[in-house]
């Protein structure tokens, strides 16, 4: 016996490799809803080998459904995680609005897994954000290993993770250029093509923005309240795939040697670290993978028990959409079980 899953916000970039992720890890779901907007209503989206056709989210019974993966947005999530999860429906929403919910539990599998037990509270799981999802995944290991104090990142974010028309002005910027057509920006504060934007979300008062507060509270909700992080959050020109500079410090020792040999373990994680020409990988060589990429292991010399990695996943996947689906993998193995 089979689980009923809908995918809010079908027609976007989350939300299409929801579906494509469902079919590729074969979830046990006897059938699997396509929800949109109005707008969308009869838009097909691909599953497998088959085309779903979008039903609107806003006319959609959520009593017979198990699991609702919701990427639609924050306000969206907002209005429907609540309604969805009152039906008796699990949502595991990829927004931001409910991740600093103490009643709510913000989830990475490899991470703090035992932590979904918490969904009861509200019948609503919390993905992370992406550039957080992918960062704590080695971080997970190492800290079990030598105890982290404190994480310095610097990201390198793909455009994909503003969405469909962030990738749309990324390539009429590019093209522009080459013709010499007038640049037109619209999804970003400034030209995107052939330029770097560190500035991510909303400015704060303190001078950070909002993606870089994420990735500091989300990483003490998760990992352990007591690291200390700083982060520095960066739009590049590439459409798929985040990259992160990280500098950690621990509190015992721990080598260069030692946090590749542990990650090579480490679920989740995939080392590509030769100290050669093409000895590491870039966001290009990780679109459509599963697996987090750390290269570049190396001793930090100016502190105390340092060191430098270098991280680049999907965003699209682990940053969203896979860990979504582990998410709820983990929840019916664990938690709703169905009798054969």
Same mark, same amino acid.
């Given at each position: 016996m089979g689980y009923k899953v809908a995918v809010v916000g079908a027609t976007g970039n989350v939300g299409r490799e929801m579906m494509n992720i469902l079919s590729e890890r074969e979830f046990p779901a006897d059938e699997v809803v396509a929800l949109a907007s109005t707008r969308s209503i009869g838009k097909e989206v691909s599953f497998g080998d088959r085309d779903l056709k979008c039903q609107?989210?806003?006319?959609?019974?959520?009593?017979?459904?198990?699991?609702?993966?919701?990427?639609?947005?924050?306000?969206?999530?907002?209005?429907?995680?609540?309604?969805?999860?009152?039906q008796g429906c699990v949502v595991i929403d990829n927004s931001s609005k409910f991740r600093m919910d103490p009643d709510v539990p913000l989830i990475v599998p490899e991470v703090n897994a035992a932590d979904i037990a918490g969904y009861t509270k509200k019948n609503i799981i919390a993905n992370p954000n992406c550039s957080t999802a992918q960062m704590v995944v080695p971080l997970k290991p190492l800290h079990d290993h030598a105890k982290i104090k404190r994480v310095v990142v610097s990201t390198y974010q793909s455009v994909s993770g503003a969405g469909n028309e962030a990738m749309d002005e990324l390539f009429n910027q590019t093209r522009s250029i080459f013709v010499n057509d007038p640049i037109e920006k619209d999804k970003f504060t400034k030209q995107i093509a052939f330029n770097v934007i560190p500035h991510i979300d909303t400015f704060m008062k303190d001078g950070s923005t909002k993606e870089e507060w994420k990735m500091v509270v989300e990483t003490q909700k998760m990992l352990d309240p007591k690291i200390d992080v700083t982060a520095t959050c960066v739009r590049v020109p590439v459409f798929v795939g985040h990259s992160e500079a990280i500098n950690l410090e621990?509190? @015992?020792?721990?080598?260069?040697?030692?946090?590749? %040999?542990? *990650? /090579?373990?480490?679920?989740?994680?995939?080392? =590509?670290?030769?100290?050669?020409?093409?000895?590491?990988?870039?966001?290009?060589?990780?679109?459509?993978?599963?697996?987090?990429?750390?290269?570049?292991?190396?001793?930090?010399?100016?502190?105390? @028990?340092?060191?430098?990695?270098?991280?680049?996943? %999907?965003? *699209? /996947?682990?940053?969203?959409?896979?860990?979504? =689906?582990?998410?709820?993998?983990?929840?019916?193995?664990?938690?709703?079980?169905?009798?054969?």
């Amino acid at each position: 016996m089979g689980y009923k899953v809908a995918v809010v916000g079908a027609t976007g970039n989350v939300g299409r490799e929801m579906m494509n992720i469902l079919s590729e890890r074969e979830f046990p779901a006897d059938e699997v809803v396509a929800l949109a907007s109005t707008r969308s209503i009869g838009k097909e989206v691909s599953f497998g080998d088959r085309d779903l056709k979008c039903q609107a989210l806003d006319h959609y019974d959520f009593a017979d459904t198990d699991i609702a993966l919701m990427s639609a947005g924050g306000t969206v999530s907002s209005d429907w995680s609540p309604k969805i999860a009152s039906q008796g429906c699990v949502v595991i929403d990829n927004s931001s609005k409910f991740r600093m919910d103490p009643d709510v539990p913000l989830i990475v599998p490899e991470v703090n897994a035992a932590d979904i037990a918490g969904y009861t509270k509200k019948n609503i799981i919390a993905n992370p954000n992406c550039s957080t999802a992918q960062m704590v995944v080695p971080l997970k290991p190492l800290h079990d290993h030598a105890k982290i104090k404190r994480v310095v990142v610097s990201t390198y974010q793909s455009v994909s993770g503003a969405g469909n028309e962030a990738m749309d002005e990324l390539f009429n910027q590019t093209r522009s250029i080459f013709v010499n057509d007038p640049i037109e920006k619209d999804k970003f504060t400034k030209q995107i093509a052939f330029n770097v934007i560190p500035h991510i979300d909303t400015f704060m008062k303190d001078g950070s923005t909002k993606e870089e507060w994420k990735m500091v509270v989300e990483t003490q909700k998760m990992l352990d309240p007591k690291i200390d992080v700083t982060a520095t959050c960066v739009r590049v020109p590439v459409f798929v795939g985040h990259s992160e500079a990280i500098n950690l410090e621990f509190e @015992n020792p721990i080598t260069d040697d030692e946090a590749r %040999d542990i *990650l /090579r373990e480490s679920p989740g994680c995939l080392v =590509v670290d030769k100290r050669e020409d093409e000895g590491y990988v870039t966001p290009v060589e990780c679109v459509g993978d599963y697996a987090t990429f750390i290269s570049r292991i190396r001793t930090d010399p100016t502190v105390d @028990n340092g060191l430098n990695l270098w991280v680049v996943s %999907d965003n *699209l /996947r682990k940053g969203a959409a896979l860990n979504a =689906v582990q998410i709820a993998e983990i929840l019916i193995n664990r938690h709703l079980s169905k009798a054969a």
